[in-house]
């Protein structure tokens, strides 16, 4: 990977944690559709890829806010990214470990992933090396979102709070949550969400629960509120 700004003026490459869709816009016009961008599958080099692109204004079918809605949360591309995805690759392959395939991993695991650190906070002092500033219970726990989250390395704390809040918008607690909580979810709706589809025990419902509620808070403060009165978590900005 290198930032395509240091042979092309006015240009700049960025990087979204989970995007796979293949759009090529320019202007008020876009394609997409199944192509890559690669000599091979452009047809610059023989033989090329057979492809399938459909031209549309990018005014349709909401492509304009999905557009704005994918650079607010993408990162640049940095040359200590790249140094640091380089030293991940090579120490992979001096490993000898299989490489494994995320979308083969858990075929068959419909149970949704919760936040396991008591706080999001604790994610970065991990990621930085940080690791004292944490217990060892929150440190296991912090290891393991990680890895869940699965965020590139070599980001500085300002990219990776916007990589963290990223990458947990895009799980499914996240739009479970995001969705029942437009019209207020209390904890007796939450709870038996984590038990039954999160494979929480019931007797430790309540603590990730609230784990969960504080993770949101942190993370998106102008997008979640909870009435400490009635513990129930509202989508919409304080007042």
Request: charged fraction near 25%; charge should be negative.
């Amino acid at each position: 990977m290198t930032t395509v700004s240091k042979t092309r003026n006015r240009s700049v490459l960025l990087i979204h944690p989970h995007l796979h869709a293949k759009f090529f816009a320019a202007d008020t016009s876009c394609l997409v559709g199944s192509a890559n961008l690669s000599h091979t599958a452009l047809g610059w080099r023989a033989p090329s890829n057979l492809e399938l692109l459909v031209q549309l204004d990018t005014s349709d079918h909401g492509l304009d806010d999905w557009w704005a809605g994918l650079l607010a949360e993408a990162i640049e591309a940095t040359e200590k990214i790249k140094a640091a995805l380089g030293l991940s690759a090579a120490e992979l392959r001096a490993s000898g470990n299989q490489i494994s395939r995320p979308e083969a991993d858990h075929a068959d695991d419909n149970t949704i992933w919760v936040p396991e650190c008591p706080r999001s906070t604790g994610l970065w002092e991990v990621y930085s090396g940080d690791e004292e500033q944490l217990p060892s219970s929150a440190l296991a726990s912090a290891k393991s979102d990680l890895a869940t989250l699965s965020l590139p390395p070599g980001m500085n704390k300002t990219t990776f709070e916007k990589a963290l809040r990223t990458s947990f918008r895009h799980t499914r607690i996240f739009q479970e949550v995001d969705q029942l909580s437009r019209e207020g979810l209390t904890d007796l709706v939450a709870l038996p969400l984590l038990v039954e589809q999160c494979s929480i025990a019931p007797a430790d419902a309540l603590r990730r629960w609230q784990l969960t509620k504080r993770w949101l808070s942190e993370l998106y403060p102008d997008e979640f509120r909870v009435e400490a009165n009635q513990e129930v978590l509202l989508k919409g900005k304080n007042i």
